[in-house]
């Protein structure tokens, strides 16, 4: 069942590399299309036949990627998530960056607990190569940790789709890559809980063009507590875009990108395995006198794996659509 699965949601999938971008096509750079154009194989690297994806935050310092680990768990849970992302987090032990100790700094406990984030409390693991078959989608807080990881794999092993930066899923054109352009940036801020979207309202615009850089540095216990307003020469209040405020606007921000790309894939790849089983099953002219509660039955016995995904009303609709563009296709009317 679990190879017919894969195999079905498979289809849908172009391979990575043919949906890699080519600056040479076209007369222009278009920063849109290179962003979605990487979003897309990512998307179409990731395997949704296990109903749930592994995440991998990997850092450089023992410090961010806890953090974002316990936001993207927050966010996942708010969006009724929380049984399908699965987030963990890995350091660098390597880097001159990374701490000796293992245990959370207390500066990472501090934000957790001003978050109500439980996942500060655990020692730190260090990342190792194996992980890149373990998990499905890594996620490195910075350049030169994707830079550091990529050089680490042997050319053309295919990792490159599954290794991507923290601050892509800032962009609404990489995160919301399956709705066609249709994204806003409303839906995205929809996807964050009210209190924690207090916290992230004043940087939001500014995020949105962020860096990898912005995840680099960890903060300070001056920075923790830097105010998030600040008064201007003129006396007008202005959001203080230095400190661990803004950072953690934009950790909110792309994790709530994180989780709409995965929900989207996931929906993405079922309703094209869904719809493989729809023309597998129903295509000649003699399955337009099944009713809508019999290919429901066939198609249940054919693949629960992919129909379960799917409330019954939800393949009710499908198959009913299906059948209509059979009546099109063959000149009859219902």
Request: net charge negative; hydrophobic share 45%.
């Amino acid at each position: 069942m679990k190879r017919l699965l894969a195999a079905l949601l498979s289809v849908c999938a172009l391979p990575a590399a043919a949906l890699a971008f080519s600056p040479g096509q076209g007369d222009f750079f278009s920063l849109q299309n290179y962003q979605r154009s990487r979003a897309e194989a990512t998307s179409a690297n990731l395997d949704a036949s296990r109903f749930h994806f592994q995440i991998l935050f990997v850092d450089a310092d023992n410090f961010h990627g806890r953090i974002a680990e316990g936001i993207l768990a927050r966010v996942a849970e708010y969006n009724d998530a929380l049984f399908t992302l699965f987030p963990s987090s890995a350091t660098i032990s390597t880097s001159p960056r990374a701490p000796l100790d293992a245990a959370a700094p207390d500066e990472a406990v501090e934000i957790c607990n001003l978050l109500d984030l439980t996942t500060c409390s655990e020692f730190g693991t260090a990342f190792e190569l194996a992980y890149l078959d373990e998990y499905d989608l890594i996620i490195a807080m910075d350049d030169d940790i994707q830079s550091l990881i990529l050089r680490s794999v042997p050319p053309e092993s295919g990792y490159e789709q599954k290794i991507r930066l923290l601050s892509e899923f800032l962009s609404i054109d990489f995160c919301g890559v399956q709705q066609n352009g249709t994204m806003t940036d409303q839906s995205l801020q929809d996807m964050i809980e009210p209190t924690l979207w207090e916290r992230v309202l004043p940087f939001y615009n500014t995020t949105k063009g962020a860096s990898s850089g912005i995840f680099a540095d960890a903060a300070t216990w001056a920075d923790i507590y830097s105010p998030r307003m600040v008064l201007t020469e003129t006396g007008a209040a202005v959001p203080n875009l230095s400190g661990w405020p803004m950072v953690e606007a934009a950790m909110v921000v792309a994790c709530a990108g994180v989780t709409r790309f995965c929900l989207d894939t996931m929906d993405f790849q079922f309703n094209a395995a869904f719809q493989t089983l729809l023309e597998a099953h129903f295509h000649r002219p003699e399955h337009l006198g099944v009713s809508i509660e019999q290919a429901d039955d066939q198609l249940r016995k054919g693949s629960l794996s992919v129909t379960g995904y799917f409330s019954p009303k939800q393949r009710h609709a499908r198959i009913e659509q299906h059948l209509e563009s059979l009546r099109s296709k063959f000149g009859e009317t219902s």
